[in-house]
Each structure stands twice: as C-alpha cells, then as structure tokens.
C-alpha cells in the first residue's frame, strides 16, 4: 500500500469510518501479530493482544487521541508495546518465557502465497533464530524486530519508540551486533 | 555467520503470520465489536477526502495571512501615529505627547518643498510657539520651573520668524528674478517677430481689445506683486516680534495669522501660479506667426 494510500485511510479512520478500520486491520495485523509474537513467545497470547491493541486503538480513535499520532501504525505499535509490558508484568514466569517450543512449536507459519521452497527456508530461519531471539536483551530484540523483520523506517520506529533518529540507529547497530555474537557462537 | 547472511534469515521471518482463519474470523468479531454503541459512519470517497485535505480556502487564508498581518500593522500604526499627532496637538513642554508634536512639525516641514509652504509652516509653527507660551504661563505662572520653558519657546518662536524671513527673503530675491527673467525672454521673442516679418511679410498682429495687459508685462507685474506682498509680509513679521517682545502673545498670534494671509494672496511666477500658461500662450503665439 502506498503512502497516499494509507494518509487517506488513517484520514477515514480519524473520520471513525469502520471500514476503512477493518482495512486497517487486514494492513497491519500481520506485522504486528509478527511483533507481539516475537515477543511473547506464543501463538495463542499474540492473538489474544493483536486483538487487544486493535480493538483498544479504535478507542483510542473515538476519543480523538489519533490527533496526537502522525500515523495509525505507530499508534498501534505503542499500543501493543504497552499491552506486552502490561502482559509481563502479569505473568510471574516472564523470565522462562520463551518461543513455542518443539520444531515449529505452536506456531504456525502461514502464507498461502509463498512457495514450498520459500517455506522451508523460512522454517529454516526460524530453527537457527528461535533460540537466540530470545536470549536478547527486550530492547534489542525489539528493535531487530521492527528494523530487520517487520522492515520499518528510522522514522517509523524513532516514532513508535519515542526516541530520535540518531539514538535508534545506534540501537539497530549495538543490536545486530549482540546477535551476530550470539549466534556465531552458536556456530563454534 | 556473516552479516548479509543474518540480515536475509531474519528477513525471511516476515512469513510468520497469524492463522489465516484466525485472522478472517477476528475480523468480523472487530468489526462487530466496533459497530456496538455507535452510528455507523458513512463511507467516504476518496475523491472528496482529497478535496477536503486540500482545502483551498484554507490554503488562501493560509497565503493571505501575511497580507492580512502587514495591512492590520500598517492600519495600526497610522491609527496610533494620527492619533498621537492629534493627541498631541493641544500639548505643550513638559507633556510626554510635545516630543511627538515637535517631531510631527518637523516632518511637516521635511514633506514640504514649496519656499512658501514653508514660510507659511514656519510662521504657523511661530504661532503655535506664542500659543504654547499663554498655556505655559496660564497653568504654571511665572514659576520656576515655567521660565526655563518660557525661555526656550521663546527662543524657538525667534528662531521660525528668523527661519521665516529667510524664506520670505528668498521669494522676493525668486521673483526679482523672475521679473528679470520675463524682461529678457520678451525682448527676445520680439526680436524673433522682427526676423519673421523680414522673411516673410505679414500683417502686422491686431492689438487685442480685451483689455488685458500685453503679454511680456503680465509676469513682470505679477513679480513686483509677490515682492510687495513679501515686503508686507515682512514689515507685519517685525511688528510681530516686536509684539512678541512687549508679550503680547495673542496680538502675535494673530499678526501672524495676517501674514499667512497676505502670503497666501501673493502670487509668484516660480511658485506654481497660473502664470506659467500665459508665458506659454505668447510662445505660441509668436510660433504661429510663422
């Protein structure tokens, strides 16, 4: 969807056109079940706060807070950045939580489109990463999400994290670093 | 495990999405959840979305502002500069608004390019001195705090008759020379008369019967008007001052209102009278003799 494009839905959705929200919802769950996943570990509790955020956002709508927001993704990331520390702070085993467990675990990768080929690379990805993900520290799995999975802008995410630009690029860096040790030393 | 190799596996992680049927199914459960307790909203078309988000008069406002800011601070500073010199007419030393009457007088006077005007500004400006004095002197006696003030507007009402009488000196010095001027000019068109009659024979132009006076005496006459009218104005601008001297401030008053007066009525060539036109007719005259 072009930038055009999603202006003049964001500008529907400030309008409280349900529709246009429910257009919303098939741009941008995706990614953002994508990040709540990654970041809680499993399929069941993404679901149920990629629920959460959408339907707390349009809340969010109706009481005019979107004027505050440039876009409708960044408020729907802070929301669900919210909802995961809220998630954290409910469970008392936050530290052991970790990723569906077993070879693909409870997770599902769907993707009606993509080839068998793609898939398997996918599920290949996915067995070297699922381990080292979450031994990252919150901050940095974070933003490797957003940068490097959900492929956001600097812009984007300086947004959704309310940090300047500058201080997310230092972030990305110091990140990616920290996960190329971990996994070559998997590798040794 | 090299950087590149890293970036595409984490990019491939893009495929992990949400059951599809989970995703279907909670769509319709938002949209419900939505729905509740509210009016559903028309859909708009994006057309008139784009419309609306344009905004055209917006945008004009928007451009005019600017405009509209310099034209309500040029209004505000004519309103409180004609105002302040209003205000500031009746004030004399001492009050906060007599700095803005004396630099108004003095704009007055720097707007002005006419010797005339400016004689007739000069003795107005004498004349408000006078009038400052009486109000000095009515509300503040002869304290002495007063004299110090007396003391400078008298010595600024000398100094506009003095200022006065230079330009009157130099009307009258104007139109003397006019008067030469005239003189010299209408020998010379009588002399290119004489060469046109020689080369060419023609009877010799009627005398008008209008009773006007010839054309070469009219400015000349018109000169030694403005001179007598500059000595009058002259002669009543010594008797002024002399009142002045005696502290008859309402007699210099109004002998200085007579002089503007008898200004008024002098005309002089050189100073925008009508006269330039008759001038012009005897040039004309003597060009159709041809």
């Known amino acids: 969807m072009g930038k055009i494009e999603e202006k003049l839905l964001l500008y529907k959705i400030r309008k409280k056109d349900k529709q246009a929200y429910v257009k919303a919802y098939d741009l941008y769950i995706n990614q953002l079940y994508r990040f709540i996943y990654f970041k809680v570990g499993s399929k069941e509790e993404a679901e149920d706060l990629c629920s959460a955020v959408f339907l707390k956002a349009w809340h969010h709508i109706l009481s005019n807070s979107l004027k505050d927001e440039k876009t409708l993704k960044a408020l729907l990331y802070k929301i669900a950045r919210n909802l995961i520390i809220d998630h954290y702070r409910r469970s008392k085993d936050r530290e052991t939580v970790s990723l569906d467990n077993g070879e693909g675990g409870g997770r599902e990768i769907v993707d009606e489109k993509q080839n068998a080929g793609q898939l398997m690379e996918a599920r290949a990805d996915w067995l070297v990463l699922e381990t080292k993900l979450p031994e990252l520290k919150d901050e940095y799995r974070e933003i490797i999400i957003l940068r490097f999975i959900n492929q956001l802008s600097i812009k984007e995410i300086a947004d959704i994290l309310n940090k300047p630009k500058g201080n997310v690029r230092v972030l990305i860096f110091r990140a990616l670093g920290a996960l190329k040790e971990l996994v070559s030393r998997e590798e040794k | ?290």
């Open chain 2, 1 to 290: 495990m090299d950087e590149k190799a890293l970036l595409k596996k984490l990019n491939n992680l893009k495929n992990i999405q949400p059951d599809s049927a989970w995703k279907s199914r909670y769509r319709e459960v938002l949209y419900s959840q939505i729905s509740a307790g509210s009016a559903a909203n028309q859909p708009e078309s994006n057309l008139k979305i784009i419309w609306e988000s344009i905004r055209p008069r917006e945008i004009f406002v928007e451009l005019a502002k600017p405009v509209w800011l310099t034209g309500a601070a040029c209004v505000l500073i004519l309103t409180v500069g004609i105002g302040g010199v209003y205000a500031s007419k009746n004030s004399k030393p001492g009050d906060s608004l007599y700095i803005a009457k004396i630099i108004s007088e003095r704009t007055q006077l720097a707007m002005t390019f006419n010797e005339k005007d400016k004689a007739k500004l000069g003795l107005e400006f004498a004349a408000n001195r006078a009038k400052e004095i009486t109000q000095v002197l009515k509300d503040e006696g002869q304290s002495d705090a007063s004299k110090e003030k007396l003391e400078n507007l008298a010595k600024n009402f000398k100094k506009e008759i003095s200022q006065a009488k230079n330009r009157l000196t130099a009307i009258k010095s104007s139109g003397q020379q006019a008067k030469d001027d005239e003189q010299v000019f209408g020998a010379n068109l009588g002399k290119n008369d004489q060469r046109m009659e020689i080369a060419e024979p023609v009877k010799p132009a009627e005398p008008k019967n209008d009773g006007s006076k010839p054309a070469g005496e009219q400015p000349a006459a018109i000169a030694t008007s403005t001179q007598a009218n500059a000595n009058q104005a002259d002669k009543m601008l010594e008797e002024a001052e002399k009142m002045f001297d005696e502290k008859n401030y309402d007699g210099t008053i109004n002998k200085l209102e007579e002089v503007n007066k008898v200004i008024n009525q002098s005309a002089n060539p050189l100073i925008g009278g009508d006269d330039n036109g008759q001038v012009k007719g005897v040039s004309e005259t003597a060009t159709s003799t041809k």
